[in-house]
């Protein structure tokens, strides 16, 4: 065998060598991928079982604390109280706890903005030098939206009372036009449930399907 047949020969040993181990991996990712469809199969039945099963549990609990919850609501209204989106229940030991109710998401009118333009307008009017106008970014932070494009009413509550010191008109007119537009939105029914042993905080049973 020549020189140059012996290279050939070394470099088809090489290509060959090559190719095999191309199809091995490939033969492994086929498999690897077969194996995950047949977990994935089991698997993802049993976690929808699982979540059809919470949910039908979460609607009976719901439905036997109905009777309840407008019982508590009569007996609010009746002591001159708002009415409630949320219910609290413990038990007489003070070991159990449910509550059953609504979150509640910010949520504005249109309107909003020519509240937001009049605050905005009157704020950045105090800009005299550098450090008031890095106050004024620091007060129209209040104003950030959140990633819902909603003002958050725990700051507007805060800026309100920035206005109501001031005096000043226009702050107050713009303050007033944003409340005047809070519509807040009522999140979906959801329930929760904590227990308390003795000698340590209350613990929340997760009822999330996502939770481990």
Do not use: H
Not at 80 to 106: A, H, L
Not at 136 to 159: F, M, P, T
């Amino acid at each position: 065998m020549t020189p140059e047949e012996k290279a050939q020969f070394e470099a088809f040993q090489k290509e060959q060598a090559r190719k095999a181990q191309a199809e091995a991996k490939r033969n492994q990712r086929k498999q690897l991928q077969e194996m995950t469809d047949e977990v994935m199969a089991d698997a993802v039945k049993q976690l929808v079982d699982c979540n059809l099963n919470l949910v039908e549990t979460k609607k009976r609990v719901i439905e036997t604390f109905s009777t309840l919850m407008e019982l508590r609501k009569e007996v609010n209204e009746e002591a001159g109280k708002k009415e409630q989106d949320t219910f609290m229940f413990t038990n007489s030991e003070g070991t159990q706890r449910i509550r059953i109710g609504y979150n509640m998401n910010d949520n504005y009118l249109d309107q909003v903005e020519e509240g937001i333009a009049k605050v905005k307008a009157y704020i950045q009017s105090l800009a005299k030098d550098d450090a008031s106008k890095e106050l004024i970014e620091l007060v129209l932070r209040l104003l950030a939206r959140d990633q819902k494009g909603n003002l958050k009413a725990s700051r507007v509550i805060q800026l309100g009372q920035l206005a109501e010191k001031s005096g000043n008109e226009d702050f107050q007119e713009g303050m007033r036009i944003i409340r005047e537009a809070y519509r807040p939105i009522r999140s979906k029914l959801f329930i929760r449930c904590s227990i308390k042993e003795p000698e340590k905080e209350w613990a929340d049973i997760g009822l999330g399907i996502s939770e481990v």
